[in-house]
């Protein structure tokens, strides 16, 4: 399973000094602005911008990665996730990690695990999830 991000705009929750991580969760985990979104202060393997995505503590090396899951299922594969609130989740499939094709309509997040099923499993697949900040 591979983990995607989209980078879109963020206009609820200002950015202002452009490092693509809401000013709110930097103060909020940092005390500060500014942090560097590719820094990795707790040495845990995640950077500072995808802590945020993934909404986990990027101070904390035991706080947890979200994990995903995929499973056989009549009529497909269902691929399950978490989410949270305030992103939104675009499951996407590809048999060739170049052109990749959305399963499903995007999904707002509620903090609870979310799943579409992928009904067309006749061949080796590749999944990922698209998240946004909503």
Same mark, same amino acid.
């Given at each position: 399973?591979?983990?995607?991000?989209?980078?879109?705009?963020?206009?609820?929750?200002?950015?202002?000094?452009?490092? &693509?991580?809401?000013?709110?969760?930097?103060?909020?985990?940092?005390?500060?602005?500014?942090?560097?979104?590719?820094?990795?202060?707790?040495?845990?393997?995640?950077?500072?911008?995808?802590?945020?995505?993934?909404?986990?503590?990027?101070?904390?090396?035991?706080?947890?990665?979200?994990?995903?899951?995929?499973?056989?299922?009549?009529?497909?594969?269902?691929?399950?996730?978490?989410?949270?609130?305030?992103?939104?989740?675009?499951?996407?499939?590809?048999?060739? +990690?170049?052109?990749?094709?959305?399963?499903?309509?995007?999904?707002?997040?509620?903090?609870?695990?979310?799943?579409?099923?992928?009904?067309?499993?006749?061949? &080796?697949?590749?999944?990922?999830? +698209?998240?946004?900040?909503?």
């Amino acid at each position: 399973i591979v983990m995607g991000f989209d980078l879109g705009s963020d206009l609820d929750h200002p950015d202002t000094n452009g490092n &693509r991580i809401p000013d709110a969760w930097e103060t909020e985990n940092f005390g500060a602005i500014g942090v560097d979104p590719d820094a990795d202060p707790d040495n845990d393997g995640v950077s500072n911008f995808r802590e945020f995505l993934f909404g986990t503590n990027p101070n904390s090396a035991s706080s947890n990665r979200p994990s995903t899951t995929l499973a056989p299922e009549s009529g497909g594969y269902r691929f399950v996730f978490p989410t949270l609130p305030g992103r939104v989740y675009q499951p996407q499939v590809s048999t060739d +990690l170049t052109s990749w094709s959305s399963i499903g309509s995007s999904l707002p997040g509620d903090g609870n695990e979310r799943s579409v099923l992928d009904t067309d499993p006749g061949q &080796r697949k590749f999944y990922r999830i +698209l998240i946004t900040p909503q």
